[in-house]
Structure formats: C-alpha cells, structure tokens
C-alpha cells in the first residue's frame, strides 16, 4: 500500500530562468580612502568590479537602450560616488556604491568587488566583496 505513495510532492511552480547580468570589470578611479593618516593626504587608485543582475529581459526583444540598464550610467554614478564621499573604511565605501546603485538603477541585485592597488609592497590589490539584494 505505501509503494503507491509519491517519494516527492510536486512542485506549483516553474523554476524560473537566471536573470541576465551585466558586468564591470576593472574600472579604476582615484579617490581618498582609508583610515590611516597618510591615506587621507592624497587620493589613491581603487578597482571595482560589478556585476548586476537586470530587472528583466525586455532588451533581449526590444533591442532598446530603455528596456536595460545604462552602464555608462552606473559608471557615471559611481565616478561621482568616488569623487565625493566621506567613508573612511572600504567596508563603508563599498556599501555605499552598492545601495546607491541599487536604489537609483532599480538593480534587483549585484556584485561588488573594490580593491586598493598597490597599497602595501608585494600586494597587488587588497579590498572586499559585497553582495546586495534590492529591499
């Protein structure tokens, strides 16, 4: 009697697709970071790379810049961030980008990675990497 019972419950729903994401990588800019008082006299060279997922797939069809989000827009936006903040930490610095994009560009959720460059000798790059959903 028990063999005619399902091992597993059917799902209700579809699994849906992965969302298509747009990336950034290596945009570099100087800024003023760090929490050290030889790190606040003048601005150092910091990496970001992005990675957001797109709202939908409209531009897929559409072929229209409206149904996507602009990266020359976040690039913009995160220039502007870079050249007039007052974080200190790059925990800090980094939140900031990501819930700013977020919140502007209407990102459902993204990938961010800033790194300092060169700060110390025989480090290439040292920094972090957050991830953020939308609210």
């Known amino acids: ?13 579809a699994s849906l697709p992965a969302p298509d994401t747009i990336f950034i990588r290596e945009l570099r800019h100087q800024t003023l970071v760090g929490v050290y008082p030889w790190e ?66 209407g990102m459902p959720r993204l990938r961010l990675s800033l790194a300092k460059l060169n700060l110390m000798p025989g480090v290439k790059k040292l920094g972090i990497t957050i991830e953020r959903r939308a609210a």
């Open 1 to 13: 009697m028990l063999a005619n019972i399902p091992r597993t419950m059917p799902t209700a729903t």
């Open 40 to 105: 606040r006299e003048a601005t150092q060279a910091v990496e970001i790379d992005i990675d957001f997922d797109l709202p939908g797939r409209h531009a897929a069809d559409s072929h229209e810049l409206a149904d996507t989000i602009d990266y020359s827009k976040v690039v913009a936006r995160v220039r502007a961030i870079l050249d007039d903040h007052d974080a200190q930490l790059l925990e800090a610095l980094a939140e900031l980008i990501a819930t700013t994009l977020l919140r502007e560009f």
